[in-house]
């Protein structure tokens, strides 16, 4: 799969899935699903030609480990994991899928913390929250040369335009009025 560019819709509800499956964007980020829900979900995405890159931390009724990272990748099958926890990037990469590190910029010692960790595993993206900081993203990606997809608490236009122009590849978002 390439690196993601543009909007990233980002679906928590139905409703919202819908609306990305019609929307003119070729990638959907799947937050907060059931394991029940989800093989469905990135089947008909596929069969809508819409790349599934799912939040592996937020499938609820699956482990966060080795053994729920296998049975995703073999049974459910999406183009790309987005996950806080370095192991289960690691596990991405190993198993040859795009890995996006989410981190969150809290504070420098944070920062610090996220810079070691992604310098490590080499994710194919990182994704930076929250997006509403173009300076930092605009800093982090000269120091670290990897991908940035900004996220969390965009809900403007111009927010879009200032992520994108501080570096980012892409934006993600929940905010349907954006997509």
Not at 2 to 22: E, W, Y
Not at 149 to 156: D, F, K, N, R, S
Request: hydrophobic share 45%; proline share 4%.
């Amino acid at each position: 799969m390439n690196l993601p560019s543009g909007i990233l819709p980002a679906v928590r509800t139905m409703k919202d899935f819908d609306k990305a499956l019609g929307s003119k964007h070729d990638v959907i980020v799947l937050l907060e699903t059931r394991l029940s829900q989800l093989k469905n979900l990135v089947a008909y995405a596929h069969r809508s030609d819409k790349k599934v890159i799912i939040h592996f931390d937020l499938i609820q009724g699956l482990k966060t480990d080795e053994y729920g990272m296998e049975y995703v990748l073999r049974e459910i099958k999406p183009d790309g994991i987005i996950s806080t926890r370095g192991y289960v990037i690691e596990l991405a990469k190993k198993n040859q899928i795009m890995a996006i590190q989410r981190m969150f910029l809290l504070d420098s010692l944070a920062l610090e913390h996220n810079q070691t960790l992604i310098e490590r595993i080499k994710p194919d993206c990182i994704e930076v929250l929250p997006g509403l900081i173009p300076s930092f993203i605009e800093n982090l990606s000269q120091r670290i040369g990897t991908p940035i997809i900004a996220g969390g608490l965009i809900t403007e236009g111009k927010e879009v335009e200032e992520a994108l122009n501080a570096g980012a590849i892409a934006v993600s978002t929940s905010k349907t009025a954006l997509w």
